[in-house]
């Protein structure tokens, strides 16, 4: 054994240190080192890039799924909790029918309208001086309006003055109508801020205010150019025009209910979101009495506050994060049962390799972490990518979807754990037959 | 007599043949000393190679002892076999056996890898050892960009980069022709005057003469054990010359 030593210090082709130690007396641990493992397993992947990219395609698709899915998810929440939360806490919501849910802009009544102008007018007879303002109203979509030579489709509401303070609707240019407008059924206008950029284009809002424009023919004077604001929900409050509600009636849309007048909504503000409770209280008693009706079920209106419409939206959105992340998640276990399926083809592949490993000193273990890295490797690295790859197709769609782009690190962090449990998972097994190969068998392997 | 490498004490091995157990072999015992170098005759089906894997610790016999160095390695697990095989035993194949993505100096750094060494370590081994077998120059190359002659110079290397105390060579010179395998033989003189413990099977009664002991196997049994005359080929100073003399 010594003459090979002596043998082996032959004079070297490679730069050599100084303090060369000879073979017999450098350490050696005994084990292979993770590192030497990752180099094993990172080469068989790159021997094999496409095989190896198409596998990994599955938990890409999977990974990138739930973090896209999610982004979007979360991004149209809280932009319907924007909307939400934009009209403030405080606010009631009285319309037609046993219920549902949307924010209170987006409510027409389904099926018959049983509210009228009388309801409302009885809620302002309250002089209840928690109420700091009535508005209801009724709204007409898709209106052709037009100002000179131009003309743009708007949302026509007709309603009370209150409406500035109980939709947060405040005007940037000129003012409201006031109530003895609605009394005498004036032909004012109150235009959004993209109604009066469409209609008088690079015109100063201030001078907007004092024009006219025309409504099926009718001629309105613009009393106010309204602020720009937050899209609420699915509709556009920058293109609404909001007129006195008696002129809504005499001149857009009139319906009846028992000969009076209805109103798709009544929108009540309190003073105190302290007291909305109590209020809710006081004018569902009120609306009974007045509709005569007596048992809930009969009711044929509903009131809402903020509070608990956006509890029912919240879930709903929960719901469907939930259940679509849960498609993305089988999509990533179906990611994982590709990696397995490649994995054992190439345990088999490579019985031999693994024989000849075996045959110059691998231990199963050494074997069992080779392989198994390797899946962990494609399934992690899958996961990066896919976690890239859906940030993107997140950051694209919530602005197309012109919602809010929510990062949620949560589920980033769970889809990438999830991608390596996948590997680790999925690869143990064809690992474990890959260790538990027998070496002689595995070397006469063809 | 130099030291005692191996003894093999009435070895059996019998592999299940659906319901028939067959007898592979049926009690083989030898001594192996240090710096022999030994040829394993027989025909086909008379247990070499499966003697050889025994051998080699890739497998147990069914009944018997191993002795390897005093050590009885004869009923381990396959964790302790392996540590075994990469301390004590270099197998050069019939079929070469390179890992085919691993350059030439990759290949001769596996075993070195699965010890444990540092990187460093094993590189200098690794070129060490290429240069023994002169083919330092082409430690770039994959397998399959070199002769079947030069791949089995390359599995020499890498049998003996741990420093073994054993070389198996099961037909090391059977996918070679003639002038390629007197060269391997050439190499294997080499080393056994350096001191390795060489065991050699084969069919070719030219390689067996150029060896000092023959053993010879028939149907799982010893047939004959025998020293005798070594007779050393043609081309092996020259070989010895080319590879190692003219570097020393
Ligand atoms: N895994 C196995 N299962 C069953 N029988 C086996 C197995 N391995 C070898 N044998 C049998 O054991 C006997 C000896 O085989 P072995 O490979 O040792 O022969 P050999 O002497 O190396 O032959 P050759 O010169 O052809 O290589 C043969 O009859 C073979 O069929
Ligand atoms: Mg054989």
């Given at each position: 054994m010594s003459d090979l030593a002596q043998s082996s210090k032959l004079p070297a082709v490679h730069e050599d240190d100084f303090d060369v130690i000879p073979f017999e007396e450098a350490p050696y641990s005994g084990r292979l080192s993770i590192f030497e493992i990752l180099k094993i397993a990172w080469r068989s992947i790159r021997a094999n890039m496409l095989r190896s990219i198409l596998t990994a395609l599955g938990v890409i698709i999977g990974v990138a799924a739930v973090?896209?899915?999610?982004?979007?998810?979360?991004?149209?929440?809280?932009?319907?909790?924007?909307?939400?939360?934009?009209?403030?806490?405080?606010?009631?919501?009285?319309?037609?029918?046993?219920?549902?849910?949307?924010?209170?802009?987006?409510?027409?009544?389904?099926?018959?309208?049983?509210?009228?102008?009388?309801?409302?007018?009885?809620?302002?007879?309250?002089?209840?001086?928690?109420?700091?303002?009535?508005?209801?109203?009724?709204?007409?979509?898709?209106?052709?309006?037009?100002?000179?030579?131009?003309?743009?489709?708007?949302?026509?509401?007709?309603?009370?003055?209150?409406?500035?303070?109980?939709?947060?609707?405040?005007?940037?240019?000129?003012?409201?109508f006031g109530s003895t407008d609605v009394e005498t059924r004036k032909r004012y206008a109150v235009v959004g801020s993209e109604v009066a950029s469409d209609l008088f284009p690079d015109v100063d809002p201030q001078a907007v205010v004092g024009q006219k424009l025309k409504i099926a023919n009718v001629s309105y004077d613009i009393l106010g150019v309204l602020e720009e604001q937050a899209s609420a929900g699915f509709n556009n409050p920058n293109t609404n025009i909001i007129i006195p509600l008696s002129t809504f009636i005499q001149r857009i849309e009139r319906n009846d209910y028992e000969g009076k007048p209805t109103v798709s909504t009544i929108a009540v503000k309190v003073e105190d979101p302290r007291d909305v409770e109590g209020v809710e209280a006081d004018l569902t008693t009120l609306m009974a009495n007045l509709h005569e009706k007596v048992s809930e079920d009969d009711y044929d209106f509903n009131i809402r506050n903020q509070a608990n419409q956006l509890e029912s939206v919240t879930a709903v959105f929960s719901t469907l994060t939930t259940f679509l992340g849960a498609i993305a998640g089988i999509s990533l276990l179906v990611g994982g049962i590709g990696i397995m399926n490649i994995m054992l083809v190439s345990v088999t592949e490579r019985t031999r390799e693994i024989g000849v490993r075996k045959a110059l000193g691998a231990k199963p273990r050494d074997i069992l972490s080779q392989f198994l890295l390797e899946a962990i490797l494609l399934s992690c690295v899958g996961g990066l990518i896919g976690i890239l790859i859906g940030i993107a197709i997140g950051y694209f769609s919530t602005d197309a979807l012109s919602v809010p782009f929510v990062l949620s690190i949560p589920s980033m962090v769970l889809a990438f754990a999830f991608s390596a449990a996948v590997g680790i998972f999925f690869g143990f097994y064809p690992a474990q037959r890959a260790a538990k190969l027998d070496p002689v068998d595995s070397l006469r392997y063809e | 007599m130099s030291e005692l490498i191996l003894s093999l004490k009435d070895i059996k091995k019998a592999y299940q043949m659906g319901e028939e157990k067959f007898l592979a072999l049926k009690g083989v015992s030898f001594n192996l000393y240090q710096g022999e170098m030994?040829?394993?005759?027989?025909?086909?089906?008379?247990?070499?190679?499966?003697?050889?894997?025994?051998?080699?610790?890739?497998?147990?016999?069914?009944?018997?002892?191993?002795?390897?160095?005093?050590?009885n390695v004869s009923k381990l697990d396959e964790f302790d076999r392996a540590e075994i095989r990469n301390a004590y035993i270099g197998f050069v194949f019939q079929s070469f056996h390179l890992l085919p993505r691993l350059n030439l100096l990759e290949n001769v750094e596996v075993p070195l890898t699965y010890a444990g060494y540092a990187p460093k370590v094993r590189r200098d081994r690794a070129f060490d050892m290429l240069e023994k077998v002169g083919l330092v120059d082409k430690w770039r190359n994959l397998p399959s960009q070199i002769s079947g002659g030069q791949k089995q110079r390359v599995a020499v290397a890498r049998a003996l980069a741990m420093n073994p105390a054993l070389l198996l060579a099961d037909e090391p010179t059977g996918n070679l022709d003639t002038q390629t395998g007197d060269e391997i033989m050439g190499l294997f003189h080499v080393l056994n005057d350096e001191g390795v413990t060489v065991l050699i099977v084969t069919h070719e009664p030219e390689i067996a003469e150029q060896t000092k002991r023959s053993i010879r196997l028939r149907d799982g049994l010893l047939e004959s054990d025998q020293k005798h005359e070594q007779r050393r080929p043609h081309v092996a100073s020259q070989v010895s010359t080319h590879y190692i003399g003219s570097s020393q």
């Open positions: 973090v896209a899915l999610v982004s979007v998810g979360n991004g149209v929440r809280q932009n319907v909790t924007d909307s939400f939360s934009s009209f403030g806490t405080n606010l009631l919501t009285i319309s037609s029918g046993q219920g549902g849910f949307g924010p209170p802009g987006l409510v027409r009544g389904g099926g018959s309208q049983t509210l009228t102008i009388e309801d409302a007018e009885a809620i302002v007879a309250l002089a209840d001086d928690r109420i700091e303002g009535v508005a209801p109203a009724n709204q007409s979509n898709n209106q052709q309006v037009k100002a000179d030579a131009n003309n743009t489709t708007a949302t026509i509401v007709g309603t009370w003055p209150d409406y500035e303070k109980v939709q947060n609707a405040a005007t940037q240019a000129g003012s409201y | 030994v040829a394993l005759m027989g025909p086909s089906g008379s247990g070499k190679s499966t003697l050889m894997n025994i051998l080699g610790i890739l497998d147990n016999p069914t009944e018997g002892d191993y002795l390897l160095r005093g050590e």
